[in-house]
C-alpha cells in the first residue's frame, strides 16, 4: 500500500478583523500543525466537536479554502503549487459530499442537471444514461432525474449528494458529516451505501464526524482532533480499545450507548471547549483534562508512537492515568 | 395527595394541523403518564410527533394546528388536578414555568439575545413566583450556581452570544427550574452540543431531578440518551405511540418491529457487521399507509397488517406494543 494523500505540518487560520480600521485583530487557529498520511483504498475517520477544525481541514485539502501553510501531497503531487488547469483536473480526483443536503443543492436545479453540471464542468460527456446509472448507483430511481432537490427526503437529497461527487469518478472523497443531519434508520442506509461503494470503486476516504459511534463503523484508522491539533491516530481497534490520549478516553466515555445494560464509568470533564481565538497554551486539552500536570502548559506535546501505529499528542504515560 | 398517581396523564391526545394542503395528524391518539420523580423518554424521528406532543402539554400550539380531542390531566404543586386542555389562557400562564417548564433544543434561538442571562432568569421569578426584583435577582445567582456555572455574579450580567452552548443550555435549564416546576418537558434538550458538553447536562438534569423530585418528560431521537436517562421509554411513528415499557425491557426484547429496526440500524461498538437500515422513509403526513402506519417498511407484514389498524396492546404489565405480530417478534 501506498500513500495516496499525505498532509505535511498543514495550518489555517483565519484572521479576525475589527476596530475603527478594520484591522486583523487576532487569528483564528483552525488548524495548527497537521501532519497524516492516507493509504490507497483506506478510511480515515477525522472525529472531534465543534470548533476542532475538522472541516477546514477537509476544505484545506481540497483547497476549497486555501491553506496558510504547509504541503499536501496527492500520489506525490503537492496540491498547494497547483494552478489552473492542473487544479481542476486534480479536482475531478477528489471530490466532497457535504453536511446538509438541504442546503448543498441548488433549489432551482432538477437533479439531472445536477449532476450534469458536475460532469460538464470536468468536460465529461453528460448523457441521461450516464446520470441514470449514478441515480441507480446510489438507490435512486432513474425515472426520478426530473424532479427538484425539494421533492426529496433527506436521505434521499444526501443520495443525490453523493451521485454528484462520483459523478466523475474520483479516486478520493471528503465525507465531511455526512450522516449528522439524518434520522438514524435513515443514516444506516446511507453508511451501507458508502461501505459498498466505497468497496466496488476501492475509493479512498476521509470520513468528518462528530459521532465517535458511527466512525467506529466505516472507518480503518481514526484520527481525533481537538482546538486544531491531531490529539491521538491509531487503527480503529487500537483506539477504541485502548485509547492512549486523556482526550479520546473522555470522549469515548461521554458518547451515550443504547445499551441499558451497561453502566459505565464516566470521566465528566469539567468547564468549557477553550475558544479557538485563545488556544490554552502548550496542550489545548491541559485546561479541561483531569491528569494536567504543570509541564502540560509548557510546550506543545508532539505526536508520539505509544504502541505499533499509534501516535499520542500528551506527555503523560498511559500507565499514570489509571492511579491519577 | 397520593403520591402514587401520576403527575401529568395524557389520554387518547389527537393535535391535528388544518393545512391548505389538508390535516396533518401529528399527534393521533397519544396517552402517556409521568410520574413524579421519574424519567419517561420520548423517542421517535423527525415528523413521528414527539414534539408537539411536548408543545401540546405546554398549550402552545398555534393555528393552524389545534387540540382536537383527549385530555392532558396535571396535577400541579398545589395538590390541584386540571385539565390543561380545558384550561383558560389566563390558567394556563400560571401553569407554565410554575408547575410545567420547558428546555428547547436551541439555546440560541430560545434565549432572549438583548437581555443579560441574569434578567432572563430575574425575569421568570418575578413572573411566576411575584418576587421583587431584588429578591429575583438574588434567587437567579443562587439558581445560576445551581446549575453548576462558576461565578454567577459575574455570568448575570453577560448575554447569551457571550455564552458557549453549553453555557446557554445551562442558562435555559436555571429559568427552566427557577420557580422548581412539578414537570420538566425537556425537548432535544442535548441535541444541539457536543459529546463531553452533553454529558456534563445529563447529569446535570439527573441531579438536578433527585434534588427536586421532578417528573421529566425527555423528547429525543438519540437512543443512548434514552438509555442513560430514562426509565420507561415510549417509541413513536407518524404521530402514534408503537411501544411502550420500561427502558430495559424494550431495548433488551423490543416487541414492535420499528423498535427493532431502529435498535440494529444503530452502529454498535465492537461490531463492524453491515447495518440492518429500516427501508423505505417515513410515510408523508398526506399518504398515510392504510392500516398499520409502518406497514410498508415492515419486513414481518403480512396483508392483514394494511387491512386494519393494529390496536395498541397490553403484551404484559406496562408493556405495550401496536403490532398484530408481536408475540411472533
Given at each position: 500500500m501506498s500513500a495516496m494523500l499525505e498532509v505535511r505540518g498543514l495550518h489555517k487560520w483565519f484572521p479576525v478583523r475589527g476596530g475603527l480600521l478594520n484591522r486583523v485583530r487576532a487569528q483564528v487557529q483552525a488548524v495548527q500543525d497537521v501532519s497524516f498520511s492516507i493509504q490507497q483504498g483506506e478510511i480515515l475517520g477525522l472525529v472531534g466537536e465543534s470548533g476542532s477544525g475538522k472541516s477546514t481541514l477537509g476544505r484545506s485539502i481540497l483547497r476549497l479554502t486555501e491553506p496558510t501553510r504547509g504541503e499536501v501531497l496527492f500520489e506525490g503531487r503537492n496540491v498547494l503549487a497547483m494552478r489552473g488547469s492542473e487544479l481542476r483536473g486534480l479536482r475531478r480526483r477528489m471530490q466532497i459530499v457535504f453536511q446538509d443536503p438541504f442546503a448543498s443543492?441548488?433549489?432551482?436545479?432538477t437533479v439531472e442537471a445536477i449532476i450534469g453540471e458536475a460532469l460538464a464542468i470536468h468536460h465529461l460527456k453528460s448523457s441521461s444514461d450516464r446520470v441514470g446509472e449514478l441515480l441507480e448507483l446510489v438507490g435512486l430511481s432513474p425515472d426520478q432525474r426530473r424532479r427538484y432537490p425539494h421533492q426529496f427526503s433527506g436521505g434521499q437529497r444526501q443520495r443525490i449528494g453523493i451521485a454528484r461527487a462520483l459523478a466523475v469518478n474520483?479516486?478520493?472523497?471528503?465525507?465531511?458529516?455526512?450522516?449528522?443531519?439524518?434520522d438514524v434508520s435513515v443514516q444506516a442506509q446511507i453508511l451501507n451505501l458508502l461501505q459498498d461503494l466505497q468497496k466496488k470503486f476501492g475509493l479512498t476516504m476521509l470520513f468528518i464526524s462528530h459521532d465517535l459511534l458511527v466512525v467506529e463503523h466505516l472507518c480503518d484508522r481514526v484520527m481525533v482532533m481537538q482546538l486544531g491539533r491531531i490529539m491521538e491516530i491509531a487503527s480503529n481497534k487500537r483506539l477504541y480499545e485502548?485509547?492512549?490520549h486523556p482526550y479520546t478516553r473522555a470522549l469515548l466515555s461521554a458518547a451515550p450507548v443504547a445499551d441499558p445494560g451497561q453502566k459505565r464509568d464516566r470521566i465528566l470533564l469539567k468547564g468549557e471547549i477553550p475558544s479557538p481565538m485563545n488556544p490554552p497554551s502548550g496542550c489545548v486539552f491541559r485546561t479541561r483534562c483531569?491528569?494536567?500536570?504543570?509541564?502540560?502548559?509548557?510546550g506543545v506535546p508532539p505526536l508520539r508512537e505509544v504502541s505499533p501505529g499509534q501516535f499520542s499528542a500528551c506527555i503523560r504515560d498511559v500507565k499514570d492515568f489509571a492511579t491519577c | 395527595m397520593n403520591d402514587d398517581a401520576p403527575l401529568l396523564k395524557i389520554s387518547d391526545l389527537r393535535t391535528h394541523f388544518f393545512t391548505r394542503a389538508g390535516v396533518v395528524k401529528s399527534v393521533n391518539g397519544i396517552s402517556l403518564e409521568v410520574r413524579r420523580g421519574e424519567t419517561l423518554a420520548v423517542v421517535g424521528e423527525s415528523g413521528s410527533g414527539k414534539s408537539v406532543t411536548s408543545l401540546s402539554v405546554m398549550r402552545l400550539i398555534d393555528a393552524p394546528g389545534r387540540i382536537v380531542n383527549g385530555s392532558i390531566v396535571l396535577r400541579t404543586k398545589l395538590g390541584a388536578v386540571l385539565d390543561v386542555t380545558q384550561c383558560s389562557e389566563k390558567e394556563m400562564r400560571r401553569v407554565r414555568g410554575n408547575d410545567i417548564a420547558m428546555v428547547f433544543q436551541e439555546p440560541m434561538t430560545s434565549l432572549n439575545p438583548a437581555y443579560t442571562a441574569g434578567n432572563q432568569i430575574a425575569e421568570a421569578i418575578m413572573l411566576h413566583q411575584g418576587k421583587r426584583k431584588k429578591e429575583a435577582w438574588e434567587m437567579a445567582a443562587e439558581t445560576l450556581a445551581l446549575v453548576g456555572i462558576s461565578a454567577p455574579e459575574k455570568r448575570m450580567f453577560e448575554f447569551p452570544h457571550q455564552m458557549s452552548g453549553g453555557m446557554r443550555q445551562r442558562v435555559m435549564i436555571a429559568i427552566a427550574l427557577s420557580s422548581k416546576p412539578g414537570l420538566l418537558i425537556a425537548d432535544e434538550p442535548t441535541t444541539a452540543l457536543d459529546v463531553t458538553i452533553q454529558a456534563q447536562i445529563l447529569d446535570l438534569m439527573r441531579k438536578l431531578q433527585s434534588d427536586l423530585n421532578m417528573g421529566i418528560l425527555l423528547i429525543t431521537h438519540n437512543l443512548g440518551v434514552v438509555a442513560e436517562m430514562a426509565s420507561r421509554v415510549a417509541v413513536m411513528y407518524a404521530g402514534q405511540i408503537v411501544e411502550q415499557g420500561l427502558v430495559s425491557d424494550v431495548f433488551l426484547a423490543p416487541k414492535h418491529p420499528y423498535t427493532i429496526g431502529l435498535l440494529k440500524s444503530l452502529p454498535r461498538p465492537d461490531s463492524h457487521a453491515r447495518l440492518e437500515a429500516i427501508p423505505g422513509n417515513v410515510p408523508s403526513p398526506f399518504a398515510m399507509p392504510p392500516g398499520c402506519k409502518f406497514a410498508p417498511r415492515c419486513?414481518?407484514?403480512?396483508?392483514d397488517c394494511s387491512a386494519g389498524e393494529p390496536p395498541l396492546v397490553e403484551v404484559n404489565e406496562g408493556r405495550l406494543s401496536r403490532c398484530f405480530r408481536w408475540s411472533e417478534l
Open positions: 443543492l441548488d433549489p432551482r436545479m474520483p479516486s478520493f472523497i471528503v465525507a465531511d458529516e455526512p450522516v449528522s443531519a439524518l485502548a485509547p492512549a483531569p491528569y494536567a500536570i504543570a509541564e502540560c502548559a509548557e | 419486513r414481518h407484514a403480512v396483508p
